[in-house]
């Protein structure tokens, strides 16, 4: 291969790596075995969808991205609420206070801007998950098209034009089968042809959206997956027909996966029978903000000591409770004797609230047979509902594989991998200097190049002990990128 490479990377959100069945998804099956595929590849945590798409975006963890949950509290963007980063109002204010850095760092698509090339966005995601993937984008003139909120969508003449030929937009529905097929039209019809993007993010909002209401393995999400898996092979029949096929390189990924929502907890209600005051800011007499889930990033008023570590004892008294992380620490133990230190989790960036907890986690089967269970505490989310956030190992164990001509044939993987590793390694291919902030490293041992094997991974695991219980954490390194594997409770 001598010209230029092009990429396409596809997104399945929250596909669960077990349900990659030749029933369920035969295109997706046959990509992983015919490819480079990466089964050890992991999330950032938390496992959320936002976090994960801005550490896509920037090849980097959130001490980089400054993206450290899915819902925080940071004054200097609402003083009466927490951001809330899959609304696009919220990602607009957020990119106001933060001086057009939500994502704190340089992204693939502002490096291949500056270099020249063209980059695409095509998204059933939130219009918050949709922007992050590239936050810059209207000063490149980039296309953005957002299908879940077509407000989010630019340059608008590119927009119009997409609208006028495929609209008009289906209703969001779980599963999202209309409007990811309108999705994949636009793509196909539009973008890729006319717009001749030489990197291009199609994100695909299910199975996520599909499995949080009705539950994993359910037949919604079965259809779910059915539906992304034909949209996808549309897209590699497109590929596979272009006079351009060997220039084609496409990555395929899931943010995160998910596991089964088997108990709900009022956590708000009952830190106040607890005597501790919870909001999602300080604007009253709560002396802890954020949004409190299954997994949670939770500020500390003032960050007093005293307030924080009455927090954690209150929190270890819970018989649902999991992993506690505070600031501070020593690199293992955090400032509350018995915690993990939060700079484990990769998360210590200025806008990082003090505290993360996650809920019990378990490998308790659903009703359909599928493990991975805990407590939660989302309204959004029916018992027997899909969930994510945390660090069970089904949930930090994404999708990740890749096939064209500057990668090796039915090959998998031996080393730890992230999507963080995406961007650096496109930026490499298209002889673009990636930017120091880029932490993911160049995943040399799926190329065709002969450009060597990465070092041998380092495992390290590491333990924490309070009188409610054991924390566990295992991780990864593999030079210098750092890989969590997941975390437990006994």
């Known amino acids: 291969m001598t010209a230029q490479p092009k990429f396409i990377i596809v997104t ?19 990509f992983l075995a015919q490819g480079t595929d990466f089964p050890m590849s992991r999330s950032v945590f938390p496992s959320q969808t936002r976090v994960n798409a801005a550490a896509l975006s920037a090849g980097a963890a959130p001490i980089q991205t400054g993206v450290v949950a899915n819902k925080f509290f940071d004054r200097s963007v609402f003083t009466d609420r927490a951001v809330h980063t899959g609304k696009y109002e919220h990602f607009l204010a957020a990119q106001e ?18 270099a020249g090339l063209n980059v695409a966005v095509v998204s059933t995601a939130s219009a918050g998950t949709t922007s992050l993937l590239h936050p810059k984008a209207r000063e490149f003139g980039h296309v953005i098209l957002s299908l879940r909120d077509w407000n989010a969508s630019t340059p608008s003449d590119i927009a119009d034009t997409a609208l006028q ?17 309108c999705q994949t039209d636009m793509l196909l019809g539009y973008v890729l042809p006319k717009l001749n993007p030489d990197i291009t993010f199609v994100w695909f909002s299910d199975p996520d959206s599909t499995y949080h209401p009705c539950g994993l393995g359910s037949p919604e999400s079965c259809e779910a997956i059915r539906n992304v898996d034909t949209q996808f092979a549309r897209i590699l029949s497109w590929v596979h027909e272009s006079p351009e096929a060997e220039r084609y390189q496409i990555f395929v990924m899931s943010d995160h996966g998910q596991i089964t929502a088997k108990k709900k907890i009022n956590i708000k209600g009952l830190m106040a029978e607890g005597g501790l005051g919870f909001d999602q800011h300080f604007e009253g007499d709560a002396d802890f903000a954020g949004v409190a889930g299954y997994s949670s990033a939770i500020r500390v008023r003032d960050g007093d000591t005293r307030r924080l570590a009455s927090l954690i004892d209150w929190f270890s008294d819970q018989p649902w409770h999991g992993l506690l992380f505070t600031p501070n ?3 293992i133990e955090g400032s509350v004797p018995g915690t993990f230190d939060r700079a484990l989790l990769q998360v210590a960036h200025a806008r990082a609230p003090e505290v993360y907890f996650t809920l019990q986690s378990d490998d308790s089967e659903n009703q359909w047979g599928l493990p991975g269970s805990c407590y939660y505490a989302s309204a959004a989310v029916p018992e027997g509902g899909g969930t994510h956030g945390g660090l069970h190992p089904i949930e930090m164990n994404n999708l990740l594989a890749v096939q064209g001509a500057a990668f090796k044939e039915s090959y998998q993987s031996a080393w730890p991998a992230s999507h963080t590793d995406i961007a650096p390694t496109i930026l490499n291919m298209m002889g673009i200097q990636s930017p120091a902030t880029m932490t993911g490293r160049l995943l ?17 695991n590491c333990s924490v002990e309070r009188a409610s219980g054991r924390q566990s954490l295992r991780y990864w390194r593999v030079g210098t990128s750092v890989y969590l594997d997941h975390g437990w409770v006994e």
């Open 329 to 331: 620490g020593n690199g």
């Open 165 to 181: 030929r495929f609209g008009p937009l289906p209703p969001e529905a779980k599963p999202n089968v209309g409007q990811i097929i």
């Open 12 to 30: 399945f959100d929250g596909l669960r790596r077990d349900m990659i069945t030749p029933e369920l998804a035969p295109t997706l099956t046959q």
């Open 97 to 114: 206070a933060y001086g057009g850095r939500f994502i704190d760092k340089e992204t693939l698509g502002e490096c291949a801007g500056h």
């Open 444 to 460: 040399v041992e799926a190329m065709t190049s002969g450009a060597g094997e990465p070092p041998e991974p380092e495992v390290f």
